[in-house]
Each structure stands twice: as structure tokens, then as C-alpha cells.
């Protein structure tokens, strides 16, 4: 069967001399594995750059039974985020992103709120000249509503812990042991309370936006237990160190 279906890049990797899988999450049918024929040849390599990392795509595919691995037939580029791969923070940020969308996203259904969501955050990132150092922090926490874990707020001043079992800010620390240190719940509640623009105007240290970036993702891991290692976490940690 032939569908067609917008779709992001989020990783691929070698597969035979000349084809690759790349790894999307289409508009369609959630995330998909698809194959990709005679990419790595002479003839086709210079169409290799737009299987990169956060490429907005059309495609064309073969459609084959759940738990198979789908062929495309064709493409044609939606969105290309030149200055996101052309920039080494950018393109370490999408290279990041692309591997934790990876890890998470694993419903082969339509969510289209979701579809837009990232690839509206793919444009703004696209778009940024500067002050997009906080784009990546801004991005998961805005994913997390999508997943179903979204963070509240914090009420109240004396609310100086933010507990990551129950997505909360409190008093004192939780008996389970699952929350964030009072200087980092202080840089969360900021961040949650915040607009897209007003995120990039929270200004951190390297050292302490890495500190922020491992509370979330420990976030993450306590409501989705099968969180792999981000393999690229440490490419963006030097980076922004």
C-alpha cells in the first residue's frame, strides 16, 4: 500500500553498502522506521543531507503491516532547517533532540497536536539568530504535556521543591527521594512559568543550564521508565559548558 505523509527526521543509521533507516515521526502514523534505497551511492549522496536530524519531509512510502519495516518511494523536502545544520550548537542541539524523540515517542498512531508542536519548535529554532541556549530545556518541558507528565506550576513561595514523582512543587523534600535541589526547583519554576521568548531571556551558566537539563531528564526517566542513555547528551554538555 502507498501512503503519503509529512514526517521529521529524528536519527538514521547505516544499513547495507548503500541504503539507510531512518528513524521518523510522521504527521500520519506516529513514529515509523523507514528504509531508504541507494542513499549512500554516488549518484544520490548529495540527497543525504536531508535525512539529517529535525528535516521536515514529505514522503512517499511503501506502507506495510505494523511491526514492518516501511520503503520509500519518495520525498520532497517540507522544511530544511539550513541554519540548524550549518550552526555546531544548533546542529548538537538537534542531533540531541532527534535521540531523545527517538527514545520517547513509540505510539504508530496519528497524534497531529504533537506533529505540529515539533515542527513549529524546529522553525522557531530555525529562526533564532542568537539567545537559543535554553531551546532544548524549553523543548522537553513543553513535550512533557504531550506525554501525558506535564509539570505544575509553583503556587506559593514557600513551595521550594519541585517533586518529580508527583510533577509538583513543595515544602520539604519527598520521602521517595525523587526531586530536585532548591536552587535547580528555583530555575524549573522559572522555566515552567514562562513563554517561549521569555525562556531565552533566563540567563544561566553553562555548568548550571547542564544541572537544570539532567533534573529534567531525570524528570523523564521517573515517568517513562524505559528512558535509554542519551548518547549525545555528552556532545551537548561540552558544547554549552
Not at 32 to 44: F, Y
Not at 70 to 93: C, D, M, R, W
Amino acid at each position: 500500500m502507498v501512503e503519503k505523509t509529512g514526517a521529521i527526521v529524528l536519527h538514521h543509521l547505516k544499513y547495507t553498502d548503500s541504503g539507510i533507516i531512518i528513524q521518523v515521526y510522521t504527521e500520519e502514523f506516529g513514529r515509523q522506521s523507514v528504509l531508504v534505497k541507494s542513499i549512500r551511492n554516488r549518484k544520490s549522496g548529495r540527497q543525504n543531507v536531508f535525512f539529517q536530524p529535525l528535516t521536515v519531509l514529505d514522503l512517499v512510502i511503501y506502507f506495510k503491516d505494523s511491526g514492518k519495516m516501511h520503503t520509500l518511494k519518495e520525498f520532497s523536502v517540507q522544511y530544511a532547517p539550513e541554519s540548524v545544520h550549518g550552526n555546531i550548537v544548533k546542529s548538537s542541539v538537534a542531533l540531541f533532540l532527534g535521540e531523545v524523540l527517538t527514545t520517547v515517542l513509540k505510539e504508530e498512531s496519528s497524534h497531529k497536536e504533537l506533529f505540529d508542536y515539533i515542527r513549529d519548535s524546529i522553525i522557531y529554532l530555525d529562526s533564532r539568530k542568537d539567545r537559543f541556549s535554553n531551546f532544548h530545556i524549553a523543548f522537553l518541558i513543553g513535550l512533557c504535556s504531550y506525554l501525558g507528565f506535564e509539570p505544575g506550576k509553583k503556587r506559593n513561595d514557600e513551595d521550594v521543591i519541585f517533586d518529580m514523582l508527583n510533577g509538583i512543587f513543595v515544602q520539604i523534600p519527598p520521602s521517595h527521594g525523587l526531586y530536585a535541589d532548591t536552587e535547580t526547583s528555583g530555575i524549573l519554576a522559572e522555566f515552567f512559568a514562562s513563554s517561549w521568548d521569555d525562556m531565552n531571556r533566563i540567563v544561566l551558566t553553562g555548568s548550571v543550564r547542564n544541572d537544570v537539563l539532567a533534573s529534567i531528564l531525570k524528570y523523564y526517566s521517573v515517568h517513562l521508565p524505559s528512558l535509554k542513555k542519551i548518547n549525545s547528551l555528552e556532545i551537548l554538555r561540552e558544547v554549552f559548558g
